[in-house]
């Protein structure tokens, strides 16, 4: 199998909370993975550490063959991200915005162009960003993200706050990507109903540790052969969960 991002036991810790434990992971080249947990699963710690924006605490990773930490400057050129809710100059346009990540970033002048039009924002480029809606700017947020075509996509919740109009646009183009430009997209969201229309792989944290990794297929069926509702991805993924809560708690009586 080709796997284009591979976490080995990796682990963050704060002092004496473990936000992520011992976690190990496999996206396959070319997918969507599709990243899920209860709020505080460690998620969004994990997306970090991949972007080494902090540290683990133990554990290894790689991306595209490159190992952090000795690689940390090559694994960036090579990852778009898309993490919080992005953070804009208000009184510069959609296009000085990615400009200034151009520059940053050192890419050619035309990528400015092809990731406006990548998500629809090529009419509104001249439009200070403090007057974008919304879903203008988790478009612009992914239009930083896409900058360059890069082959790996790491989106945290893109379709946060947004109405289902703008869900349905983002979901769409979330899903084209891959056959568009044949990268690789490890998103999260809590919208599991849109995970399941779009990710072909799935993974599911809870308070840090693994519970599932594999095909929604195998999710089913590893739900069915545990007695469990297979019915939708929100059912067995609360299904799990809370099979997982329940056995935390009984663990902590003995």
């Known amino acids: 199998m080709d796997y284009i991002i591979t976490t080995e036991r990796l682990t963050k810790k704060y002092k004496n ?19 899920l947990g209860p709020n505080g699963a460690g998620k969004s710690t994990t997306m970090k550490m991949l972007l080494g924006l902090t540290a683990p605490t133990r554990g290894s990773f790689t991306v595209d063959g490159k190992q952090f930490p000795r690689d940390r400057l090559a694994i960036l050129r090579e990852t778009g991200s898309f993490i919080e809710a992005p953070s804009f100059y208000p009184n510069l346009t959609g296009r000085e915005n990615l400009e200034v990540i151009r520059r940053i970033l050192g890419l050619r002048k035309n990528t400015v162009e092809d990731a406006l039009e990548l998500v629809g924002l090529s009419e509104f480029g001249d439009r200070l960003a403090k007057k974008y809606s919304l879903g203008m700017k988790q478009r612009l947020g992914l239009a930083g993200a896409l900058l360059g075509r ?24 979330v899903k084209s990507l891959p056959d568009l430009y044949d990268c690789t997209v490890l998103i ?20 840090g540790r693994l519970l599932f990794e594999g095909s929604l297929d195998d999710l089913r069926q590893s739900a069915r052969q545990a007695g469990m509702s297979d019915g939708n991805l929100e059912e067995v993924f609360l299904s799990l969960v809370e099979r997982d809560n329940a056995a935390r ?6």
Do not use: C, W
Request: proline fraction near 6%; hydrophobic fraction near 40%; charge should be negative.
């Open 17 to 35: 909370f473990t936000s992520v434990n011992n976690l190990s992971l496999h996206v396959r080249r070319g997918s969507i993975y599709g990243f």
């Open 249 to 254: 708690k009984q663990r902590a009586k003995l």
């Open 188 to 207: 999260s969201s809590h919208m599991l109903s849109e995970i399941e229309l779009m990710a072909e792989d799935i993974g599911i944290l809870n308070h």
């Open 150 to 173: 890069p082959p790996i996509l790491i989106l945290d919740e893109p379709t946060n706050g947004l109405d289902p109009s703008g869900i349905h646009e983002i979901r769409g183009l």
